[in-house]
């Protein structure tokens, strides 16, 4: 065990705690404070490029067009390995610079992570992830539906028992994609900002600070890092994590067309609920027909015996079937109130059904997009929740008008 850093978590948690403090404050003091760019990700920024400036989940898909950009093979130790077009530019011409100085001597040529760049993880698809992620979910609820007396019928009896788990683990366990995106269960990676140059333990403080911190070449990292405008996070100082509030970000992604932060967002994620939402009941429907049992097995006294009978849960052929037992509201209000599981929030109950019936009238009178986006803008964002969803609708329409 390193006697004042973390090799390993197989210490008491009261030792973990204060030797993670000694490691937190040697990476502030490996440089000078001029370093701004050696950033706290597991803080307030751990939710950076995953959520936008009214922190409501974004991502990054890997069907826009040409936004995400391979890095040369020779500079990743494997092919394919992708990550937003400009954050791709900035990085090689911070590789070009480490070149001109490893050749003229000015940085040490042996340091087997910050001599020679190489990428050995980048840009993760969320949507990839989130898929594995809800196999496995559906394998938990399947097995705890298998372990329970009364076995699933139905698809009501299947919701019933989706929104107990929901409200006891809805926050640790996300079931939505919208969720799922701001979880710690999703890595950083999916943001297309992220860059990893190495590939070792992450837990392994003593590690970090025997390759990283203390290597002759992390001053020059770090600078160049912010050179061309990229954080670094202090608890994996092999992560590179471009600022696009930075000028320097900005300027690579003008080359593409966005020429501000808010150019950035709006041209490279998508707002995490859309399509999701839409194909909220498709997605219960495949978490349903996973879940439920091939057969039911009870018992019945027929002329003074029991008899053992089996019978078969209800089946729908598809969504449609699904959908026209229930009215046309059911999944969208459905939605609204498994969101409010996932998320923290201080919203009364009666404030929560007076927000479900909103999102409901809006839907209807207006649109369903329209209507969820507000959902999700009140729910993700840290103010009191007053009115209607007409009124912040209204009251944004008059403050987009004005700006006219």
């Known amino acids: 065990m390193g006697t004042f850093l973390v090799e390993k978590n197989n210490e008491s948690t009261l030792l973990l705690f204060n030797k993670r403090i000694v490691y937190k404050n040697d990476a502030k003091n490996s440089v000078s404070s001029e370093y701004e760019n050696l950033m706290d990700f597991t803080a307030e920024k751990y939710l950076y490029g995953r959520v936008n400036r009214r922190f409501t989940p974004i991502y ?80 938990l609820i399947k097995q705890i539906a298998d372990s329970q007396e009364n076995k699933i019928e139905n698809f009501d009896q299947f919701t019933n028992l989706m929104k107990q788990r929901a409200s006891s683990k809805g926050k640790q366990e996300p079931i939505t994609f919208p969720a799922f995106v701001k979880s710690r269960v999703c890595p950083l990676t999916v943001s297309g900002l992220v860059i990893e140059i190495a590939d070792l333990d992450a837990t392994n403080d003593q590690q ?60 490279y994620y998508r707002p995490a ?24 097995q009870y018992f019945e006294e027929c002329n003074g015996r029991t008899i053992a009978r089996n019978k078969k849960p209800k089946t729908y052929s598809n969504v449609q079937r699904l959908t026209e037992q229930y009215e046309s509201s059911y999944f969208l209000q459905l939605y609204c109130r498994t969101r409010f599981y996932e998320e923290e929030s201080n919203f009364t109950e009666n404030q929560k059904a007076l927000m479900i019936d909103d999102v409901v009238e809006v839907s209807q009178r207006v ?25 912040y609708i209204n009251k944004e329409k008059a403050i987009k008008d004005s700006e006219r």
């Not at 290597?215 to 992560?239: C, E, L």
């Not at 649109?367 to 007409?390: H, M, P, V, W």
Request: with cysteine; net charge positive.
């Open 60 to 139: 990054v898909t890997s069907t826009f067009g040409n936004n995400l950009k391979q890095f040369k093979s020779t500079n990743a130790q494997q092919n394919g390995v992708r990550a937003l077009n400009f954050v791709v530019d900035a990085f090689n011409d911070m590789l070009q610079q480490f070149q001109k100085c490893a050749m003229t001597g000015k940085i040490a040529t042996d340091d087997p992570y910050l001599s020679t760049l190489k990428v050995y993880k980048a840009y993760q698809d969320p949507q990839v992830l989130y898929n594995n992620y809800k196999q496995r979910y559906r394998g």
């Open 208 to 267: 970090k600070s025997d390759v990283f911190l203390n290597s002759k070449n992390w001053q020059f990292f770090v600078n160049a890092a912010k050179t061309y405008g990229f954080m670094i996070d202090q608890h994996v100082p092999w992560r590179l994590v471009a600022d696009i509030g930075s000028s320097t970000m900005i300027q690579y992604a003008r080359r593409y067309g966005a020429t501000s932060t808010d150019g950035i967002l709006a041209r």
């Open 273 to 296: 609920y859309s399509p999701y939402a839409s194909n909220f009941s498709s997605e219960l429907l495949d978490t349903y027909n996973t879940v439920k049992p091939t057969n039911i």
């Open 367 to 391: 649109n369903t997009t329209t209507a969820l986006r507000q959902f999700e803008l009140i729910l993700n964002k840290t103010f009191d929740y007053q009115g209607s969803l007409s009124y």
